[in-house]
């Protein structure tokens, strides 16, 4: 493995050990109904998910951004991306 490799490999870890917290944080944005957090956080997952091979999270996440600022139900789009970041969970 090269070392652009590993330092990817190495972030890609760092990002899935995140994922609880992010999970919890789009909870706490979700009970309280900010949907300005929503986008932004899932924006920012968005493309960090794509960065390190995380194609279904990233996607997941676009969709709950795009939900969140068309103020359309977000509760389909938040359940799957709530999935996916727990199977990231180590």
Same mark, same amino acid.
């Given at each position: 493995?090269?070392?652009?490799?590993?330092?990817?490999?190495?972030?890609?870890?760092?990002?899935?050990?995140?994922?609880?917290?992010?999970?919890?944080?789009?909870?706490?944005?979700? /009970? #309280?109904? *900010?949907?300005? &957090?929503?986008?932004?956080?899932?924006?920012?997952? !968005?493309?960090? @998910?794509?960065?390190?091979? =995380?194609?279904?999270?990233?996607? /997941? #996440?676009? *969709?709950?951004? &795009?939900a969140a600022e068309a103020g359309a139900d977000? !509760?389909?789009? @938040?359940?799957?991306?709530? =999935?996916?970041?727990?199977?990231?969970?180590?």
């Amino acid at each position: 493995m090269n070392p652009l490799d590993a330092k990817l490999a190495e972030l890609g870890a760092r990002f899935d050990a995140r994922a609880g917290d992010e999970r919890t944080s789009l909870a706490d944005a979700l /009970a #309280a109904g *900010d949907r300005a &957090a929503i986008a932004q956080q899932a924006h920012r997952l !968005a493309g960090i @998910a794509g960065m390190f091979g =995380r194609e279904e999270v990233g996607t /997941a #996440a676009l *969709d709950l951004e &795009a939900a969140a600022e068309a103020g359309a139900d977000m !509760a389909d789009a @938040a359940a799957r991306l709530d =999935r996916l970041l727990a199977s990231l969970q180590p």
